[in-house]
């Protein structure tokens, strides 16, 4: 028995690496004889430094920055061994488990930090900046980078905005003051879902929520102000990133760095799976196993667990997903391409309770569902 063991991390709770070796000592105690391998991805935010200094193509560079609410903090990236790219992952300085719960709110935050890092990269003498764009705790746009890399952004009486996305609406002008020379550097954008910027789908609609928009007004301030930076960036560069696959990424950071840095929009998993041979692997197995913190109408834009149920749904092989939490509205899982889509959870337990114990539950979940598998398919 081959059985890959493929999942993106369990955001707030355990890294993917960690969920990995938690589902792998569930498979032992059924399979115990089995191969396993196991492949930790990303969706090209949180988790993919790990994965370019694991597979020996890069190092870490250690650097000062801000987190979303301007408190310095350490902060690191990955220089490529070519020393002239570098992989920013947009969490490490602008990411939601850099805050407390009651420190989460998309009007205030900001991805000021993550251009600190980019800022540093590019001084070092990169030309090619990848920006992982998972697990923001941020809805701005980009704006927060792009202060850090020297432009300015204003309202109406010539007053520089303050950060967030709750400001966004205030904007009038752009101007770009830096001194660094931003057209010899390519960027691109290892993106996570293909959302647009605007709409029900949304970066503010869909995901501020979970960043800590508190109700519908919060939502249609956050949008707004996206939908004013539109405009204003399409005045002053004659892009609509409006019409963008991938703009609402990371609370519009995709639309924003596309706009103004014209950067690339690509899929970050693909980028990441072709670096760990995922496709490769998953030919060669009989099973698959994947996951994420939770599963819901989300997974349908390029999550983790939809990309690698796609790759072994090319060679039929049976793909097993687990998950912190699974939405009740998604009623039909075998349309993401999942053989069996579970819970992880084992009673009525709480968020915080769940998180801690998350190692036990995935562990002892995956002997559940492969107890059950092996007796149907022997």
């Not at 670096?275 to 996951?291: A, P, Q, R």
């Amino acid at each position: 028995m081959n059985i890959i063991i493929a999942p993106d991390s369990f955001k707030e709770s355990l890294d993917a690496k960690d969920v990995s070796i938690a589902i792998k000592k569930g498979v032992k105690k059924i399979y115990p004889q089995s191969k396993i391998q196991l492949v930790p991805i990303s969706d090209g935010g949180e988790g993919a430094l790990d994965i370019i200094v694991n597979s020996k193509l890069g190092e870490y560079i250690y650097s000062k920055s801000f987190d979303p609410l301007m408190r310095e903090i350490n902060s690191k990236y990955v220089l490529f061994n070519d020393k002239k790219t570098a992989w920013i992952e947009l969490s490490k300085s602008s990411g939601i488990s850099l805050l407390k719960n009651n420190e989460k709110n998309p009007k205030l935050t900001t991805t000021y930090g993550t251009g600190i890092l980019i800022k540093n990269a590019i001084e070092r003498g990169c030309d090619k900046i990848i920006v992982g764009l998972g697990g923001s705790a941020t809805n701005d746009g980009g704006t927060g980078i792009l202060s850090a890399l020297g432009f300015k952004f204003f309202d109406d009486k010539k007053n520089l905005l303050e950060n967030g996305g709750g400001y966004l609406k205030q904007l009038k002008k752009i101007e770009n003051t830096t001194k660094l020379d931003l057209k010899k550097i390519k960027f691109e954008l290892a993106c996570d879902v293909e959302n647009r910027l605007l709409g029900k789908n949304g970066a503010s609609h869909l995901y501020s929520p979970q960043k800590g928009a508190k109700n519908l007004v919060d939502i249609n301030i956050l949008e707004d102000g996206l939908k004013n930076l539109s405009k204003i960036i399409k005045q002053k560069y004659k892009v609509d990133i409006s019409k963008v696959i991938g703009g609402g990424a990371a609370g519009g950071c995709g639309a924003g760095l596309y706009g103004i840095l014209n950067a690339t929009i690509s899929s970050g998993f693909s980028l990441l799976s072709k670096i760990v041979e995922l496709e490769k692997k998953i030919k060669c197995s009989d099973l698959v196993i994947t996951g994420e913190g939770k599963i819901d109408s989300q997974s349908f834009y390029g999550k983790v667990p939809f990309q690698v149920a796609k790759i072994a749904n090319k060679y039929n092989i049976p793909v097993i997903c687990l998950s912190g939490s699974i939405d009740r509205k998604l009623k039909k899982f075998e349309d993401i391409g999942f053989s069996g889509l579970f819970s992880i959870q084992n009673e009525p337990i709480s968020l915080k309770k769940s998180i801690t114990k998350s190692k036990f539950l995935i562990e002892t979940s995956t002997e559940r569902i492969l107890s059950f598998y092996k007796s149907v398919t022997k």
